[in-house]
C-alpha cells in the first residue's frame, strides 16, 4: 500500500511527524506500506514551516508544491491544481489528510475525483460555526471522505449523525498528543526565557490569530487591554503570527506586561506552554496541548471543536466578548483553576494505531 501523505500548514505537521514514525516502523516489520510526502507550500515561511520539519524529524517531502497565500480561493484552487498533477504523475492507493487547513480540502476533492480513496485523520471534529473557514473544510472533506480517523467519541457521534457507515469510523485518539509526548524530553528554553529572566508559574502565554479577535485594530486593543489588566504583574508572553503582526502595527497602545516576540519552535513554544501559570488562546490545537499539560487555559471563542478540552480538560471557553476576560484571569492567577484529565486514548500511540488500521485492511484485501 502507498499512502499520499498531505501536510501544509503548522498545525499538519504535528500530526504527520508520528504517522511516518509509524509508517516507517510498519515497513520494518515486513508489512506491504510506504508513504509519499507533499507538502503544499501552504505555509511558507521558514518559522511557520521548515523549522517544525527540522525539530520533529520530519523528512524532506518528496516535493513541495509551492502554493503560497492568497485568498481562500486563490489557495485552495492552486493547491488543487498542483495536486491533481501531482496524483496524475504519481498515482498511490491513498490519499490521507490530516486536520482542517485549505490544504485539508484542496487536496481531498481532486483525490476523489481521480477515484483515490481519502483517508482523514481528525474526521468527524465540529464547531457548529460555519463563519470559521476550518468548519467548511471539515465538512467538505468527511463528506467525501472513505477512511475517518477520529479524536474523541463526540467526533464519532457527529459522523454517525451524518450518515457515515460505522465500519469506517475508526476511533484512534489524537496523533498531535502523540507529538506532544514523543518530544516532551526534547524541548528547550526560548531566548525569551533568560532575556526576560521568566520564573515557572510566574508568566502567561497568550496566542490570537483568528480575524474575529485580530482583524479590527480596535477590538484587538481592547482584548489586549484586558489581558494586560487581568494579568497584573505578571508577564505575558505573546508570539505573534504574521497577520497579527500588521494589524498590531496599526494600534498605538502598548501594554508593559504584554511582551510581543517572533514565533516559536515547536520545542522552545511547548516549553513555554509547560510551564507557564495559564494560557490565552484562539487555537484550538493549543487547547489540546494545555490540557495534556495540565495547564489553565482560557479560550476566546463562541465555539469549540474540540469541547473534550472543556468538559474533561482544562480549557474554558469565554467567548469574545473583552468585559468578560477579567474574572476569569482572576481565577487563573489566584490558582482557583478546574483540575482537568487527559481525554480517552490521548496516550500517544494513535499514529501506531492508525496505521495498524491500514495494515490489517491491506492484509484482508
Known amino acids: 500500500m502507498l499512502i499520499t501523505l498531505v501536510a501544509g500548514a503548522r498545525p499538519n505537521f504535528m500530526k504527520i511527524a508520528p504517522i511516518i514514525r ?21 505555509h511558507y515561511d521558514s518559522n511557520l514551516s521548515q523549522t517544525f520539519f527540522d525539530e520533529l524529524g520530519i523528512p524532506a517531502p518528496h516535493v513541495n508544491l509551492g502554493a503560497g497565500s492568497g485568498s481562500q480561493a486563490t489557495q485552495t484552487a492552486m493547491i488543487m491544481m498542483a495536486f491533481e498533477k501531482e496524483l496524475l504523475k504519481n498515482p498511490t492507493d491513498l490519499v490521507m489528510v490530516v486536520g482542517d487547513v485549505n490544504s485539508t480540502l484542496a487536496c481531498s476533492i481532486p483525490a476523489k475525483k481521480l477515484w483515490t480513496q481519502v483517508a482523514h485523520v481528525e474526521a468527524g471534529i465540529r ?17 467525501i471522505t472513505d477512511l475517518f ?6 467526533a464519532n457521534d457527529n459522523l454517525r449523525k451524518s450518515g457515515v457507515d460505522e465500519k469506517t469510523i475508526h476511533f484512534v485518539g489524537n496523533v498531535m498528543i502523540d ?6 524530553k526534547n524541548l528547550r528554553k526560548p531566548d525569551i526565557w533568560d532575556s526576560e ?5 510566574k508568566y502567561l502565554v497568550l496566542t490570537l490569530h483568528r480575524p474575529n479577535n485580530v482583524d479590527d485594530p480596535v477590538n484587538l486593543e481592547k482584548l489586549l487591554h484586558e489581558i494586560s489588566k487581568g494579568a497584573g504583574s505578571h508577564p505575558v508572553i505573546f508570539p505573534v503570527h504574521p497577520r497579527t503582526r500588521f494589524i498590531l502595527e496599526n494600534i498605538k497602545t502598548r501594554f508593559a506586561n504584554i511582551l510581543y516576540v517572533e514565533p516559536m519552535g515547536y520545542l522552545e513554544f511547548i516549553h513555554l506552554v509547560k510551564h507557564s501559570m495559564g494560557v490565552v488562546t484562539d487555537s ?9 499539560l495540565g495547564i489553565p487555559c482560557i479560550t476566546l471563542r463562541n465555539s469549540t471543536e474540540r469541547p473534550e478540552t472543556v468538559t474533561v480538560g482544562t480549557n474554558e471557553l469565554i467567548g469574545t466578548d473583552p468585559k468578560v476576560i477579567a474574572p476569569w484571569m482572576k481565577k487563573m492567577t489566584s490558582g482557583k483553576w478546574k483540575k482537568g484529565r487527559i481525554p480517552e ?6 499514529a501506531s494505531r492508525t496505521v495498524d488500521v491500514l495494515v490489517n485492511l491491506e492484509l484482508n484485501k
Do not use: C
Request: net charge negative; hydrophobic share 35%.
Open 197 to 201: 529572566k521568566l520564573v515557572e508559574k
Open 149 to 154: 480517523f477520529t479524536t474523541s467519541q463526540t
Open 127 to 143: 464547531s457548529g460555526d460555519m463563519t470559521m473557514p476550518e468548519e467548511i473544510n471539515r465538512i467538505v472533506t468527511d463528506a
Open 22 to 42: 509509524a509508517i516507517e516502523k510498519a515497513k520494518e516489520e515486513g508489512h506491504d506500506i510506504d508513504y509519499r510526502l507533499v507538502h503544499t507550500g501552504q
Open 345 to 350: 486514548l490521548w496516550d500517544g500511540k494513535a
Open 179 to 184: 507529538t506532544l509526548l514523543y518530544n516532551l
Open 284 to 292: 484550538g490545537g493549543i487547547t489540546e496541548e494545555a490540557t495534556v
